[in-house]
């Protein structure tokens, strides 16, 4: 396994369950054994729950070797061996890609004395450390991310202003009435909402570079005591190039539809999903994978079958269920992933449901429970049939209609609709 959070040691469990014995490598770029990252914008950031709190390791975990505190830099898919940046090399029959993702820095805001990004534990400990009562703070990007930040950081005291793309946080993620409710809650705890904004300009002082204000380039001037850049994120991925996998532009491992890394020069993922639309290919078996390796979790770009185009899931739900997929795949038992994906967001008092892909949905229905209640269930829909749904405070019915939409992916969409 190269990266050792919850992808690599879902995958490790994975196997282990699965009837593996033979040895088993964990390598790690942090010192850390592998601990949650969603709480640290929220109860870690808050500071309600400890480090121990964190950890994602049970008493009872398979036995592995751990190489941590050094990272892979490079990878030799032909023969299976991982360099590491210590000098130290490992072979193996099978190689479990599993090294997420790093947030995007801004070009104007590098990570500095009062500037952050939210990735890391000590990324939020550090910022931890500067949100007191009344210090300014501007997030930077009001994704998952940036509002959830938000939220923590109202609840320590700070006054917070969120910088968006848009006028209205997560409207292009969640379609516009979600976008316009969780925008309204924000206002509701004080947030200042700012959107569409360029920054043009960063002011400094003194010779350590801590930011004083953000100047837009409409002219607005955002004084600011902390920043938080918080405007997306990138599969770790650098370090194969030259692998001989392919990589997608973008970033991201590229694998066929159950994370088997792709072999550069290999059949592409359209090619793939032609076979398989006009039934010339078994399951999404088409192309060369390369042999022995898979990829998943925030670095891995699996070909989406459905809709014909690779997809890097980042959701802690999908690195957990696709490292069964992929302990299958090594073990020759391959499956498939059994569910949509999935993702939750916790923002003041709500719990904020995702499941299916919402992204090209061309109607949005509220279907229980209303936006004045602040609990409702939405149903998202793409030529009329169900793509997702997402529920806000109302977990019971989210569950169900959870379910039915997995279904809907064996059944041709019928069992939503009854
Ligand atoms: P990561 O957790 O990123 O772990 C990858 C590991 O690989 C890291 O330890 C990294 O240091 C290591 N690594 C990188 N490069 C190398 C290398 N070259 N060699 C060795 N090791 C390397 N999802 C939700 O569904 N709901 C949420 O509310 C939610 N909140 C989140 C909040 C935050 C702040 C973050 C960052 C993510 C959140 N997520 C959430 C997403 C979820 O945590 C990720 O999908 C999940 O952590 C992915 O696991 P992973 O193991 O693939 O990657």
Redo the contacts with the bound molecule.
Sequence with gaps: M???????LSAARALRSAGFTGELTI????EHR?Y???P???EYLRGSWSTAALALEADDEPAARWLLG????SLDASVRRVVLADGRSVSADAVVL?????AVPHPLLPVGPNVHT???RAD?ERLRAQLRPGRRLVIVGAG??GT?VAASAVALGADVTLLGQDTVPLRRALGEPVGDFLAGEHRAHGVRLVGPARIADVDRAGDEDVVTALRLADGTVLPADVVVVAIG?RA?TG?LAGSGLRLAPEGGVQCDAIGRALAEGTADGASIGRALADGTADGALTGRPADGIVA????AAWWDVGRGTYHRL??????VERADVVAGVLLGTPGRPARAP?????QYDLRVQVAGVVAGHDELRIEEGSLADRSFLARYYRAGAPVAVLGVNQPRLFTRARRALDRTADDGGTALAS
């Design positions: 190269v990266g050792a959070s919850l992808a690599g390598i790690g770029a942090e592998p949650d990252r969603p640290l914008t929220k050094t990272p892979a830099v599993a090294t997420g993702a790093d939210v990735r890391t939020a998952f991310i959830e994120s770790a370090w998943v979790g925030d670095c980042e959701h802690w739900t999908g690195a999935y993702f939750w967001s916790d």
